[in-house]
């Protein structure tokens, strides 16, 4: 069993930098390829960006593309989002993902065995 704890969420202006952490539980992080989504309302939960186990490599939606990057710490049990040049479509619940199987580069939601509680992120025009 994983817990995921995200954090760093808020409001920003079009334009600007947030970064998101997650921190887990336990001792089997680095056993676990790790992955953003979000979600708007009314709307399915959508892929952002996803990393191996090692961190040596990542996956990521066509949307973010050169704006928002992945990284973690496995001493820290802790993946963070980082992200540039918010656009106001950024603007939902951003959601962090565990996969046991480590599958990153699919950007399928069923892949992924355990989900924190979502963090919001808002971006304003």
């Known amino acids: 069993q994983v817990q995921l704890v995200e954090s760093g969420g808020g409001l920003v202006q079009a334009g600007g930098s947030l970064r998101l952490s997650c921190a887990a539980s336990g001792r089997t992080f680095r056993t676990y390829a790790m992955g953003w989504f979000r979600q708007t309302p009314g709307k399915e939960r959508e892929f952002v960006i996803a990393i191996s186990r090692s961190g040596s490599s990542s996956s990521y939606a066509d949307s973010v593309k050169g704006r928002f990057t992945i990284s973690r710490d496995n001493a820290k049990n802790t993946v963070y989002l980082q992200m540039n040049s918010l656009k106001p479509e950024d603007t939902a619940v951003y959601y962090c993902?565990?996969?046991?199987?480590?599958?990153?580069?699919?950007?399928?939601?069923?892949?992924?065995?355990?989900w924190g509680q979502g963090t919001q992120v808002t971006v304003s025009s």
């Open positions: 993902a565990a996969s046991q199987s480590g599958t990153y580069s699919t950007g399928n939601s069923n892949e992924y065995d355990y």
